[in-house]
C-alpha cells in the first residue's frame, strides 16, 4: 500500500469505529516485496522530496513553550526498559550527545512555527510519569478505551498526572502483551488529543505500542524482519531490545507531529484535514541519506555491529527523519550531505 493509501485505510477504519480520525503511523506502508528497491544501494537519492508536496500552516496551534512529556506505562514494563525511552526524551534538548545526534534531529522539528512566527520549542522535558500496572482498562484497547486510561492517570488519586494543554505531552506506551485497535495491521502509533467528553480536557497524546510479541516484523523493522521477506536479516538493535529499539523511532515519528499538529488543524499536507499527511509521515522508512522504499539509508554501525543514526546522551538510537518544509525534502541529523 502507498502510504497515503494506508493513512486512508486507517482512517477510515477510525471514522467507522469512533467519533473522530486519528493519525496512524507504521514503519513502511510503501514495501513492495520484490520490487527493484529491496536493493540496496538502488535507491533513489530522498525519495522522501518533492516538488509536489503542499505542506501548509492551518494556522492552529504548534507547540512553542516548553514541551513536557508523560509517560503511562500500561502493563508490565522492565526498569532497563523505560531508561531507554526515559533517555531518549531526555536526549531531545540535550546539548551534551555527540553528532550526529537527537537533539540535531529536533532542529528540523524545531523550523516549524506558529501564527506569530514562534518555533517550536528547543525544550522537550520527561514530566512526571504514570504507572498502570494492572492493566486498569484491559488487555485490548480501543481508541475510545484509550483516552479512558488518559483520564485515570490525569484524575487519579494519588499522583495524578499535571494537565497543561499547551505544554503537556501524554504518551501512552502499552506493553507487548497489550492489544490496542489497529496495532501491527494498520499501525504501530499514533496522536490525537482527548475529548472533554470523556477526560474533562483537551489533551494532545500519542500511543506506541510494545511490538514485540505481537508483530515486530512490523513495527519493530528493520530489528525484524516480516516473514513475506525471506533472505532479509534483521538488523541488530542498538540497545538489545528488539521491541523498544524500535518503539524509539515510532515515538519520535510521533513527538514530532504532536509538536507541529498537537491538535491536528496546524502543520500537515493533503487536501482533507480528516486525512492529514504530517511532517513525519512524509519520512516514513527513512533514516539516512538515499533512503526510500525499503531502503533505510545510510546508517551506521557501532563496534558491536549493532545500527544507528543518532546519538543520544548515553546511548545510540534508530530515529526515522522529518520533513523540512524550507528545503522541501526529508532531513536528519546524520545526512551525508550536509
Ligand atoms: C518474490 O520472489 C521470489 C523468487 O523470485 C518468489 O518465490 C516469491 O513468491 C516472490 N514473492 C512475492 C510476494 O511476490
Ligand atoms: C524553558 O526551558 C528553558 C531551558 O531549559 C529554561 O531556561 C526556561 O526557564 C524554561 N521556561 C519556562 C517557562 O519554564
Ligand atoms: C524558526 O523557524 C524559521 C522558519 O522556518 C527558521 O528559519 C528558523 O531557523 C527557526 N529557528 C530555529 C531556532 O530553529
Given at each position: 500500500m502507498s502510504p497515503l493509501l494506508s493513512l486512508i485505510a486507517v482512517t477510515v477504519l477510525a471514522l467507522t469505529f469512533s467519533p473522530a480520525p486519528v493519525t496512524g503511523w507504521r514503519p513502511w506502508p510503501h514495501m513492495k516485496p520484490n520490487s527493484s528497491d529491496l536493493l540496496y544501494g538502488g535507491s533513489k537519492k530522498f525519495e522522501g522530496s518533492s516538488e509536489f508536496v503542499h505542506l501548509r500552516y492551518h494556522m492552529g496551534p504548534v507547540l512553542t513553550e516548553n514541551i513536557t512529556i508523560h509517560p503511562i506505562w500500561y502493563g508490565t514494563w522492565e526498569r532497563s526498559q523505560k531508561k531507554i525511552i526515559r533517555e531518549f526524551i531526555g536526549s531531545i534538548s540535550s546539548v551534551d550527545s555527540k553528532r550526529p545526534s537527537v537533539s540535531g534531529w529536533w532542529k528540523t522539528v524545531q523550523l516549524y512555527t506558529d501564527q506569530t512566527g514562534a518555533n517550536i520549542s528547543r525544550t522537550?522535558?520527561?514530566?512526571?510519569?504514570?504507572?498502570?500496572?494492572?492493566?486498569?482498562?484491559?488487555?485490548?484497547?480501543?481508541?475510545?478505551?484509550?483516552?479512558?486510561?488518559?483520564?485515570?492517570?490525569?484524575?487519579?488519586?494519588?499522583?495524578?498526572?499535571?494537565?497543561?494543554?499547551?505544554?503537556?505531552?501524554?504518551?501512552?506506551?502499552?506493553?507487548?502483551?497489550?492489544?490496542?485497535?489497529?496495532?501491527?495491521?494498520?499501525?504501530?502509533?499514533?496522536?490525537?488529543?482527548?475529548?472533554?467528553?470523556?477526560?474533562?480536557?483537551?489533551?494532545?497524546?500519542?500511543?506506541?505500542?510494545?511490538?514485540a510479541k505481537q508483530c515486530p516484523g512490523v513495527c519493530a523493522y528493520p530489528f525484524a524482519v516480516p516473514t513475506y521477506m525471506p533472505g532479509r536479516k534483521p538488523l541488530k538493535s542498538p540497545n538489545g531490545d528488539v521491541g523498544v529499539d524500535g518503539m524509539i523511532s515510532v515515538i519520535g515519528h510521533e513527538i514530532a507531529e504532536l509538536?507541529?499538529?498537537?491538535?491536528?488543524?496546524?502543520?500537515?499536507?493533503?487536501?482533507?484535514?480528516?486525512?492529514?499527511?504530517?511532517?513525519?509521515?512524509?519520512?516514513?522508512?527513512?533514516?539516512?541519506?538515499?533512503?526510500?522504499?525499503?531502503?533505510?539509508?545510510?546508517?551506521?554501525?557501532?563496534?558491536?555491529?549493532?545500527?544507528?543514526?543518532?546519538?543520544?546522551?548515553?546511548?545510540?538510537?534508530?530515529?526515522?527523519?522529518?520533513?523540512?518544509?524550507?528545503?522541501?525534502?526529508?532531513?536528519?541529523?546524520?545526512?551525508?550531505?550536509?
Open positions: 522537550v522535558r520527561l514530566g512526571k510519569e504514570k504507572n498502570d500496572r494492572f492493566y486498569s482498562h484491559g488487555k485490548s484497547l480501543t481508541r475510545l478505551s484509550i483516552q479512558s486510561v488518559i483520564k485515570s492517570a490525569v484524575t487519579a488519586k494519588t499522583n495524578p498526572l499535571p494537565t497543561n494543554p499547551k505544554s503537556g505531552l501524554y504518551l501512552l506506551l502499552t506493553a507487548p502483551d497489550v492489544y490496542v485497535q489497529d496495532f501491527c495491521g494498520q499501525v504501530c502509533g499514533f496522536h490525537y488529543f482527548t475529548f472533554p467528553s470523556i477526560v474533562g480536557y483537551t489533551l494532545p497524546y500519542a500511543w506506541v505500542g510494545n511490538s509538536a507541529t499538529n498537537p491538535l491536528v488543524n496546524a502543520w500537515y499536507a493533503g487536501p482533507d484535514p480528516s486525512f492529514p499527511v504530517e511532517i513525519a509521515d512524509l519520512c516514513e522508512g527513512i533514516y539516512g541519506t538515499g533512503g526510500g522504499g525499503s531502503y533505510t539509508g545510510q546508517l551506521m554501525e557501532d563496534h558491536d555491529g549493532a545500527t544507528y543514526n543518532m546519538n543520544g546522551i548515553r546511548r545510540r538510537y534508530l530515529v526515522q527523519w522529518v520533513w523540512n518544509h524550507l528545503v522541501n525534502y526529508c532531513t536528519g541529523p546524520n545526512a551525508l550531505d550536509q
